[in-house]
């Protein structure tokens, strides 16, 4: 069973910058892609980006694309979401999920594990 903690939201003023994490707990973490999702009040759930075991491909919602970097760090079963020049209409509840696939998609159906979500709030 795989448990993943998000981390690191809050409150930032637009064109701001924040850094959420999520840690995987488990083995074998190298070997599955990772994602954020973002959900918004009477929204549905959002992708927002995706790194595929290596973390060598990395793909983007076209509303972060340009702003947002995905990385992660297998040493530390950790993702990263590095979000820059920040909108209010970037404020949500962001998900980090895993993907038993080393491909990621970017359907919410498409991953396996879902973390309990940080709060991100971007104020104008």
């Known amino acids: 069973q795989v448990q993943l903690a998000e981390s690191g939201g809050g409150l930032v003023q637009a064109g701001g910058s924040l850094r959420v994490s999520c840690v995987a707990s488990?083995?074998?973490?190298?070997?599955?892609?990772m994602g954020w999702f973002r959900q918004a009040p009477g929204k549905e759930r959002e992708f927002v980006a995706a790194?595929?075991?290596?973390?060598?491909?990395?793909y983007y919602g076209d509303s972060v694309k340009g702003r947002f970097t995905i990385s992660r760090d297998n040493a530390k079963n950790t993702v990263y979401l590095q979000m820059n020049s920040l909108k209010p209409e970037d404020t949500a509840v962001y998900y980090c999920?895993?993907?038993?696939?080393?491909?990621?998609?970017?359907?919410?159906?498409?991953?396996?594990?879902w973390g309990q979500g940080t709060q991100v709030t971007v104020s104008s």
């Open positions: 488990g083995r074998s973490f190298s070997r599955y892609s």
């Open positions: 999920a895993l993907s038993r696939s080393g491909y990621p998609t970017q359907e919410v159906g498409g991953f396996d594990y």
């Open positions: 790194v595929i075991w290596s973390g060598e491909s990395t």
